[in-house]
């Protein structure tokens, strides 16, 4: 049988652990509650990410953009060819391609959350595409499923944001991005949340909804 002290000390050990996963949790929130995200693509993982996904983007540039609150909180990193902006997902020794980018900026912000409550944390993401006209959407990658749903939300002339408020739900911003100086691509933005839109909760089930923008 275990001994009082024994007893004791266990029962520390999980309300230290537990104080420290709530503490995580609430400065990840935190962080994901800004409504200004600035992306600086690194070498970082490139070779190793370079290695498994070879092919049409071999003469592009790749650029690490993982925001660092993801890096801190999750084992997901994400990759952005500067010049197509084809981004993919590597996880777990896989790629996963992250939506359509052809004509526009792929990937452009990036957030977790638990939504579906199985305590792994997904990855939620937006991109944009579109050479004629150009349409923000956003995704959501489930570790336990191993893949990538792209919802059937679309906005429609302007990009899009996350953004977390105080509980940790993630809801859609329109959002401005403008491009760093002498950057010459596109990994290497800062993207700024504008009008709220819709929660992602919301957009879950939906298929083929249109948002207009008032520009």
């Not at 520390?12 to 409504?35: D, H, K, T, W």
């Not at 900026?105 to 199985?118: E, I, P, R, Y």
Request: glycine share 8%; proline share 2%; net charge negative.
């Amino acid at each position: 049988m275990m001994k009082n002290g024994q007893l004791v000390c266990l029962s520390l050990c999980v309300i230290f652990l537990l104080s420290g996963c709530a503490a995580g949790n609430a400065a990840l929130i935190r962080r994901q509650m800004e409504r200004t995200n600035t992306i600086a693509g690194t070498a970082d993982g490139v070779e190793e990410f370079a290695a498994l996904n070879t092919g049409d983007n071999e003469y592009d540039t790749c650029y690490n953009i993982t925001p660092e609150y993801i890096a801190a909180y999750s084992d997901y990193r994400v990759f952005k060819y500067n010049s197509s902006c084809a981004s993919y997902l590597y996880y777990a020794d896989d790629v996963y391609p992250m939506g359509d980018y052809f004509g526009g900026l792929g990937v452009t912000d990036m957030k977790l959350a638990d939504m579906n409550g199985d305590s792994a944390m997904e990855l939620y993401f937006t991109f944009s595409f579109g050479s004629g006209i150009h349409r923000s959407m956003a995704g959501m990658f489930d570790p336990a499923a191993k893949a990538v749903t792209v919802y059937g939300f679309a906005c429609w002339g302007k990009d899009m944001m996350i953004v977390s408020d105080e509980k940790g739900k993630l809801s859609l911003y329109e959002a401005n991005l403008s491009l760093a100086p002498n950057s010459n691509g596109y990994a290497h933005f800062t993207i700024e949340a504008d009008n709220y839109i819709t929660d992602i909760a919301d957009i879950v089930h939906v298929d083929n909804e249109v948002y207009m923008p008032q520009l």
